[in-house]
């Protein structure tokens, strides 16, 4: 019979506070008016994108670090990661005087990259990505005799993750929900422990990128399965597979994993942006991403109805994105809100058709951003031609009024999603 493997306890996780609080930011916690009226809850953004190296990452290794013997100390450590991780780790690692190696995906941006150099690390770039990373710096580990830190499966750093559930309760000792980012079980495992042992009635739920739902297939299999590679703009919580020691927690703390799909987080990013002047990568935002998109049944609105609004916290997990990936989240962002759009326009190619056609739309005050001539394709009668036409709008509605002025005056078209 398979024994069941030890669990981080709440009382890991009051010594991994204890251990760190002097050289972590207890980050702020403070109401959202916009998100709370778009909900109907009482919602709170715990902004872990404040932490120094901007994530909620450093808890967890500054709780390792502090607990290595000296001889692992003077030996040095090793990590495998693409962002995040790594740049807690050299941060950390650097303050404390320890050697630290860094093994990251060669498709790396290079301002991550740059970012954990500066911050101290040994940067070894190899692998297509996180696993064949990993792969790399368990190889170098034994070879090297380096101690490894593991981004999430590793009892102490969950315990050091969990320290953000007991700031939680410090800042809001009524707090009925919390809603987080989930990869591969770490910060939730930890977060649901602390919360769970401390007051059982609040409400956990987890959120995952749809195209790689690790832990949400783990609980529905009864143990980690390793998923196909796929890319999302939640790449900070894109993980494969789920923890060995972070999935009981799960099962035995966590109420709920939900997914959110990539325009859906998106959003949120630009939504963060706009409404609350709030920087957020697109795993930060996904837990946001889920309630505002109504994602989650906890908070569904028969459950608002039948048991009132909840005070539910959201933690924004961190906020280093790439500047080119955050101009495509909100040009992304922009065109699921409605506020950008894109329509193929049939008209005939004389002199004067062009003008026709922009009078028209400034008429209904849209905005031309883009156009793009083709007379050779998309079933073009000979005479005639397409014109692809980008348009800022403000919002559906107003993409509607368009289309049907467009059609009103002969316009065949289509939008272009």
Do not use: W
Not at 13 to 24: D, G, Q, T, V
Not at 248 to 269: G, R, S
């Amino acid at each position: 019979m398979r024994r069941a493997p030890p669990m981080v306890t709440l009382q890991e996780i009051r010594s991994a506070l204890a251990r760190i609080r002097k050289s972590i930011h207890a980050t702020p916690c403070s109401r959202s008016e916009t998100f709370s009226e778009v909900t109907g809850h009482s919602i709170c953004l715990k902004l872990e994108n404040r932490q120094r190296t901007g994530a909620y990452k450093e808890r967890g290794a500054l709780n390792k670090l502090l607990t290595l013997t000296a001889p692992e100390r003077s030996q040095g450590v090793i990590a495998a990661s693409a962002g995040n991780h790594a740049q807690a780790v050299a941060y950390h690692a650097s303050n404390l005087g320890i050697r630290a190696k860094i093994v990251m995906p060669l498709a790396t941006p290079l301002i991550k990259v740059s970012a954990t150099r500066g911050y101290g690390g040994e940067v070894v770039l190899h692998g297509a990505n996180y696993d064949e990373a990993y792969e790399e710096a368990m190889r170098l580990s034994a070879q090297e005799r380096l101690t490894l830190i593991h981004a999430f499966d590793d009892d102490v750093v969950i315990a050091g993750q969990g320290t953000l559930g007991l700031e939680l309760l410090e800042q809001h000792p009524d707090l009925e929900a919390v809603v987080v980012p989930v990869g591969g079980g770490g910060l939730i495992g930890g977060v649901a422990c602390a919360l769970k042992e401390s007051n059982p009635r609040i409400q956990l739920a987890g959120v995952q990128p749809a195209r790689l739902p690790s832990l949400k297939v783990a609980i529905s299999e009864g143990r980690p399965v390793t998923l196909p590679a796929a890319v999302t703009i939640a790449e900070g919580i894109a993980v494969r597979r789920a923890g060995e020691k972070t999935l009981p927690l799960v099962q035995k703390y966590v109420d709920e994993i939900v997914t959110v799909e990539e325009e859906e987080i998106a959003n949120a990013v630009l939504l963060l942006l706009e409404r609350e002047k709030i920087l957020a990568e697109g795993a930060g935002a996904a837990a946001l991403a889920a309630l505002v998109n109504r994602r989650i049944p906890l908070f569904s609105e028969k459950n608002t109805r039948d048991k009132g609004a909840k005070k539910i916290a959201v933690i924004i997990s961190g906020g280093n994105i790439d500047v080119t990936l955050l101009a495509r989240i909100i040009e992304r962002g922009l065109v699921k809100d409605g506020r950008l759009v894109r329509l193929r326009v049939h008209l005939p190619d004389y002199p004067g058709a062009l003008h026709r056609l922009t009078g028209i739309l400034a008429q209904h005050r849209a905005n031309i951003v883009e156009t793009s001539y083709d007379r050779a394709y998309h079933n073009v009668n000979l005479g005639d031609t397409a014109i692809d036409i980008t348009m800022e709008t403000r919002g559906p509605d107003h993409i509607a009024e368009l289309i049907s002025a467009l059609g009103a005056n002969g316009y065949v078209q289509e939008r272009i999603l």
